[in-house]
């Protein structure tokens, strides 16, 4: 068995050397650690190499983090019982990471393993409830037992999967998709595969710092779902991320007929407390706590006061906006990459 760990990375001199790091830390580490230096105009190169990885520039790459993968598995020789990880160059894993994954791999039906995923640490509001997002995310998984998506932080995928999607797509990763990790999730499906995320499978990965940093991070996100649902059609794959985008537009038309309606019973002096209401909202904030309970006492008396992550609710809100926006104008949309920033784990 061989695990051949995938680093693509544009301009990531300030973090490819702590990606690289956490995988020399590895329980067991991987065979073999390539960096795919996209287009980079910085050191991602020199510091690579430093580290002790091997470095594959691409070649005349459009199509940005697909492609740059693309180009470095069309080079791999491997069998079928081998491995690859693909992980960010911002990205840092815990240490029993990949052998925490290859447990899940004794069952022959699992393709992949994805990360559960958390920030640095936060600084500030905005990257405090990106965290506790994150941490809800990691608590829904661990209740359901569900990937959703195959996090592009970092996941361990079984060469034969990837060859399968191959067979299927006649390509790896979609290149016309700005979330590849979504689109390969759902190629993996597709091809009979199952997935999972156990929460010991943990990354550390960067958070947006500012509110228009966050906007684009999510737009993209939102933009590129849209984009593969409507590639994929209606299937028994697809329905499940339909029905994710269908509650994503009702929440959002129902929030702002809260809003509008608050603000117009308060400009016409009709506004009063009503019980139900005021039960109903005390029924929504516990649920908000109980399901970010494990993060301590300060994300519970944060869920408890609502109003923070109502905000941060907002933001998201007006990305996915924007999104359908871009969706039903026929616009490919943008990747907004984060330079210059270094990542410590916590």
């Keep these: 068995m061989i695990i051949t760990a995938l680093i693509p990375a544009h301009n990531e001199a300030a973090n490819v050397g702590l990606s690289i790091g956490s995988l020399h830390g590895q329980t067991r580490p991987p065979d073999r650690i390539i960096v795919i230096s996209d287009n980079s105009t910085d050191s991602t190169v020199e510091v690579a190499r430093g580290a002790g990885a091997d470095v594959m520039e691409s070649v005349g790459n ?6 740059a993968l693309n180009q470095a598995l069309a080079g791999l020789e491997l069998s079928s019982h081998d491995f690859v990880l693909v992980m960010d160059a911002d990205t840092q894993l815990s240490p029993t990471f990949i052998e925490r994954a ?16 958390d920030g640095v640490q936060p600084q500030g509001y905005l990257q405090y409830m990106q965290r506790l997002e994150w941490a809800r995310y990691a608590e829904s998984i661990d209740r359901t037992r569900r990937t959703f998506v195959l996090s592009g932080t970092a996941a361990l995928i079984r060469w034969q999967a990837i ?15 700005i979330t590849e990790d979504m689109r390969m999730t759902m190629d993996l499906k597709i091809a009979g595969w199952r997935l999972t995320s156990p929460v010991d499978c943990q990354a550390t990965t960067e958070m947006m710092p500012t509110v228009l940093w966050l906007f684009r991070q999510r737009r993209r ?3 590129g779902a849209l984009q593969n649902v409507t590639a994929y059609g209606l ?10 985008q269908m509650m994503l537009s009702i929440s959002v038309a129902l929030m702002t007929l ?3 309606l608050t603000a117009l019973s308060v400009a016409l002096g009709w506004f009063v407390l009503n019980p139900f209401w005021m039960a109903i909202g005390v029924v929504f904030a516990v649920e908000r706590v109980v399901t ?4 301590g006492w300060r994300a519970r008396l944060t869920a408890a006061l609502v109003l923070p992550e109502l905000v941060f609710a907002l933001i998201l809100q007006s990305a996915f906006v924007a999104a359908f ?11 907004h990459h984060l330079e210059g920033v270094s990542h410590v784990r916590n």
């Excluded at 899940?104 to 393709?111: H, K, L, N």
């Excluded at 060859?163 to 979609?174: A, K, L, P, T």
């Design 325 to 335: 926006h871009q969706h039903l104008t026929r616009q490919t949309g943008s990747w």
């Design 292 to 295: 970010i309970w494990s993060a």
């Design 102 to 117: 290859l447990v899940d791999f004794r069952d022959s039906t699992v393709g992949a393993v994805g990360a559960v995923f």
């Design 62 to 67: 459009t199509a940005r983090k697909a492609g």
């Design 258 to 260: 809260f809003l509008v």
């Design 163 to 177: 060859g399968d999607v191959h067979q299927i797509f006649g390509r790896y990763y979609e290149e016309r998709s």
């Design 235 to 244: 299937t028994s794959v697809s329905m499940p991320y339909w029905r994710q």
């Design 221 to 223: 996100w939102y933009l």
